[in-house]
């Protein structure tokens, strides 16, 4: 297992199928790191290791994780399997596939049935910086601090946008 | 407003583009209530209620609410600007359209722009109810009675599968 | 607010969810400028800027402008909450998103609701000039020189065509 | 020709491919009359009845058409051609089809070509009263009294929408 | 799990995440009964069961099993999931979905990734039978009175196929 | 193979994967009656009869066929393999498929590589009736009395489009 | 009009919506002076020369056309109504479009309503080749010399086939 | 025919639908070369090549193949019409197309009617490479050394997996 992204015990564990969709996931990271949440980055596969998946899931919430980000693509089974192996509440990306540019990543994780749930966005770099928020909205419905820097970062976004102009 | 679906102060906020959507929207509801989760229920409607939908996300925050799950069907709006609208975390449902069969309202959802995210989930009945338990899910992380009814459902879940017997 | 295009008082505002989009609206911008449409040109967020979006909606009647052409991508709401917002006519444009060209750009915008219209036009910079064609084609029943101009440029057009070879 | 809806000089044509569109276009019709705004309506087969086509649309300007909306399904042709055939702003209505559900009638209708607009609402019914909704508006920018019916339509849909309440 | 559908020890396990899939996954145990192949058949919900489909999975080769016959539907994700937990080759049946028809099912059971294969039939009915057929030619490479079954079947196919009639 | 529909030699044959696929193929049976055009009406499975549709095309040019019509839904090979097995022209009909709608069939029959054309129509009732109408429009320029009959086939159909009423 | 391909008097049109759409539709004219069927190449815009359209429809059989091969992309409407302006036999084209790949061409050449036929085929290169070779095969029903050359083209080709590598 | 790719009697055929193909299924052949399965290459068109394509089918039970691998793409027929021309057991690998990017391909191989099956797989390399993978574990039930090199491959697989690192 790669090193937890910073010193802290990881609250949140972002877990994808293969190191080449780090490219896409690597968006979540970045996000959580912003806002200063501890997470850890693995490569779990769904599919070349499926008990290693396993594992994670029935550890997940022992080891103190309250959320897990998972990104796969094509037949992407990885979040709706982690979904079922915990209890701790997933959220998936869908990255994109080489040649159905993600729709099939979008289905596979989306249509999950009722009674195992996984949050879905996006598909590609905006859906894991935007999972990656919504964890962070979660936690920080308990959690003031937490809560004032996204109020803050949700401002400065605002302004970002009010600031665009166009080249006229 | 609807009153709440129970006498405690709602924590949830189970909102809706139009009555019609309830067909689906109620499976949010009963799962919700079976967890004794209090929320509220309520038709926003984005198009033609855009100043209330406002007013809705401005108070979410003050009131109280630890989750919106907002359901709409097609041209989907609500669940993306009730995101844009509080940091309270959204979580979507596209409602089955008529003719697209909620192709619309998945991608009207879920596609949201890096910033503002929507936790989207299947189309129809098993993407409310599963709405319901992975905001349950996010409200466990913090509330040990919570995680246990969770871990129990998950359980009777799981025996209810194992219980089932194809009619050879 | 960019200045207007021109220096008298705007009739059309053309809006969109991000500076990004400008390559695409542009060619909006582009046609209303050749008929000598006065159009400004804005940045609005639906998801970063929604109270903003909301305040010119309110105003947008009131400070004159006829038509509002709005450009957005993926799950592209502007367009439609837009035309929640006032009721001045709302021409929209998707504009293509990364993974899925446009098609969500598309459903987003085009499947809006009974009561609250949007006027949809093709994927891209074909939409966007021809939101503004069909916006100077409104203008135009009640404007004799512009009627005029657009059937001169409709005349220009069918020549052009004429005169195409195909290099054998 | 059927007679015009009201005694008045037509000021919108509502033309559509075959009298089966009629379930769906019926919802065009009936919102310009709630408004009182004259209609004609007609059948125009693009593909049937080619030549009557381009006569309706050399004589749409000259007989005071400022609208005309054009429903058709499958390879629906009827709005684009229209489009092509008069300066007047055409809108047009996907009807659904019968095996795809109207996803064909909407690309057919929607991605013109530049230089020739068609503006293009939803799928069947909604649609249908859409494209009237949009035709009103337009026409309202130049005529306060029926912006005042518009604006008092949009407010009783509002209080419509406020007044809804979920069966709980 | 069920007994098995004849005496002697199955060499083919057919499994589908939930007795709602019976009515398309009978037609795979229908035709193995037809060849008089041993088979099991038992629900094995990936979602809901995914210990108890990692030990399917592990016991499978040891217990004689030559294939598997998995069938989902939605995000489908029992065959490919088998597919990781055994070297016994899987056969995956897409399972028509409530709202999406079975694309989101196809899509999640054939898109996988290079180095777990899943073998994936028809959407339905046609698929389940058409799985089982498969694996019938497979087991008959290496058995010579399955193989001249599976003949005779093909060749009682074409005779019926020839002695169709349409009813002019 | 079934007797010709008329007593004249076939000029057009007319095939179909299954008998399943009449409902649909009549439409083209029906329409080359109209015209007089004597046709055969057989079904020709490409799945499970090859050969039988091997010999079909080997023979159809000897046999003085100038057409074949053929219809197949799902994977719909008949038509290419057809178009494959014989110079006479080959006019495919995308049967409507149970769970795809025929948007298989579609693209399995339009979607030739260069070399081997077949000419394409709508899925279902209209493309099977427009294979026969295009066939017939072949054959009419160099038969003067069947030009002269589709001319007063199109003019009565122009004719019963312009008797259109809608029932206001 | 360009000048016929070859100094025969053409008797088949290729049109096409725009000069852009030559790099697809070449490969029509090319494989009709293979085979030296006379033809003459011009656009023709549906939209942009709706009557210069209708003339060349009035006039395509009293010239001598036995066919009319039409290209265009997007809202493809040309051959559609060329079908319904002329009683010569119309194949359709579909040509790739920017954003939808030619889906859209696809679609509004291939659905169209019975009574008006359009023999459409594969988006791009191949479509048009496969087009002109239609065309061939048609004119080679009544024309022994043509039919020789149809069958030599044919034989070559499987020939060249047979004669692939793969570069093991 | 190539030679085969090792000096033993080929058990596998691997055929596709043209050379073009090969840069896709070259991931087929590498993957049996490493697992010493001995494979036939070839190019066998089932649109340019019908009756070679016949023969061989005839031919491939006889000469002691155990599986036919194919490829083909856009309307990919080959894989389908191998599957009714010998009981050996078919597996398709749907080559990407042009525009459609392999959706096409995809369709019209897996879509196959009851009877005649084809073992699926994904669209591409990845699709042609398991396609192999899927033969070997067939071919791996009953022969055990092959069986201990496919669980080596698999725990190597899991092994890179597990190595895997995201560059922090």
Redesign the interface.
């Known amino acids: 297992m790669?090193?937890p992204?910073s010193s802290a015990a990881p609250v949140v564990g972002v877990i994808?199928?293969?190191?080449s969709d780090?490219e896409v996931?690597?968006?979540a990271?970045s996000m959580l790191n912003d806002f200063g949440v501890a997470c850890e980055?693995?490569?779990v596969?769904?599919?070349?290791?499926?008990?290693?998946m396993?594992e994670y899931?029935a550890a997940a919430a022992g080891r103190g994780l309250?959320?897990v980000i998972a990104g796969a693509?094509?037949?992407a089974?990885l979040p709706?399997?982690m979904?079922?192996?915990t209890?701790?509440?997933v959220?998936g990306v869908p990255v994109?596939?080489?040649?159905?540019?993600?729709?099939?990543s979008?289905?596979?994780?989306?249509?999950?049935?009722?009674?195992?749930?996984?949050?879905?966005?996006?598909?590609?770099?905006?859906g894991a910086?935007?999972?990656a928020?919504?964890v962070i909205?979660?936690l920080?419905?308990?959690d003031v601090a937490l809560?004032e820097k996204?109020?803050a970062f949700?401002a400065r976004?605002?302004e970002?946008?009010?600031a665009?102009?166009?080249?006229?």
Chains 1, 2, 3, 4, 5, 6, 7, 8 share one sequence.
């Open positions: 790669n090193a992204a994808m199928g293969s190191s780090w996931m690597q968006h990271v980055t693995r490569v596969s769904a599919h070349r290791m499926p008990l290693d396993a899931g309250r959320a693509g094509g037949a089974h709706g399997m979904a079922a192996l209890e701790v509440p959220f994109p596939s080489r040649y159905l540019r993600g729709e099939d979008l289905l596979s994780i989306v249509q999950m049935p009722k009674g195992v749930p996984v949050a879905t966005f996006a598909i590609g770099e905006a910086a935007n999972a928020l919504h909205a979660n920080a419905t308990t809560r996204l109020k949700r976004q605002t970002a946008a009010r665009m102009k166009v080249p006229l």
